[in-house]
């Protein structure tokens, strides 16, 4: 692993439960190495993306935001008027992946679930 690579792995665990953008972990980056350019971010995350090490998280913004992945599976929950993203468990997420198995024959490997609305401090 090149040290930029180490870099930008750290500080993405260091961003547990926060799910930076790119440009979050690119203003980060640079601070802590100033040559780290944003395509060597982007392949970075897209290397650690097909490592299975990082989450790329789709949550109705137009960039995306990042995570170490997690060994639980979690759903994001993100307030439509500050942009806080909050993780939750689904209880159900067991029981929806034994009915679609036994439905239909998949073998699901993840579950993905976003609700939006209004946190409890924008309402």
Not at 44 to 51: V, Y
Request: charged share 30%; glycine share 4%; hydrophobic share 35%.
């Amino acid at each position: 692993m090149t040290k930029q690579r180490q870099i930008i792995f750290d500080l993405m665990k260091q961003q547990c439960g926060k799910h930076p953008h790119v440009m979050e972990l690119y203003s980060l980056a640079k601070k802590k190495d100033p040559n780290i350019n944003l395509s060597t971010l982007y392949r970075t995350l897209t290397e650690f993306k097909k490592a299975d090490i990082v989450e790329e998280l789709h949550l109705e913004e137009e960039h995306h935001h990042y995570e170490i992945k997690q060994a639980e599976q979690h759903q994001h929950f993100v307030c439509e008027k500050c942009g806080a993203i909050t993780e939750f468990d689904l209880p159900a997420e067991q029981k929806i992946e034994k009915e679609l198995a036994k439905v239909h024959g998949f073998k699901i490997k993840t579950i993905k679930m976003i609700a939006s609305g209004l946190c409890k401090k924008c309402r």
